[in-house]
Nanobody, 124 residues
Framework: QVRLTESGGGLVQAGDSLRLSCAVLGGSITNYGMGWFRQAPEKEREFVASIDANGGTTEYVDSVKGRFTISRDNAKSTIWLQMDALRSEDTAIYYC?????????????????WGQGTQVTVSS
């Protein structure tokens, strides 16, 4: 059974950086796109970033472009989300997910496996 575990969240001030990690156990990520999503209080879950299986294609929601960077290491079955210049509106629970296919997408329905999430809180 595939299990995704996020880590690296925390409480930071606006302008700070955090690096989220997502370790995948019980399965490979080599042939799968991966993504990060987030859900703020009283809001729907939203797409943050995605990366295809070989890391050649990445996609970001407009609000994080230039501030967040998604990356992966297939040998380690791990992906990361480097978050710089954090803002209060980035406060949310962040989830990683494994896509059904080699490619990735900003749509949550394409992702079969999900982690439990890690809390990111940015104080202004």
């Amino acid at each position: 059974q595939v299990r995704l575990t996020e880590s690296g969240g925390g409480l930071v001030q606006a302008g700070d950086s955090l690096r989220l990690s997502c370790a995948v156990l019980g399965g490979s990520i080599t042939n799968y796109g991966m993504g990060w999503f987030r859900q703020a209080p009283e809001k729907e879950r939203e797409f943050v970033a995605s990366i295809d299986a070989n890391g050649g294609t990445t996609e970001y929601v407009d609000s994080v472009k230039g501030r967040f960077t998604i990356s992966r290491d297939n040998a380690k079955s791990t992906i990361w989300l480097q978050m710089d210049a954090l803002r209060s509106e980035d406060t949310a629970i962040y989830y990683c997910a494994r896509h059904d296919h080699y490619s990735s997408s900003p749509y949550s329905y394409g992702y079969r496996d999900w982690g439990q999430g890690t809390q990111v809180t940015v104080s202004s």
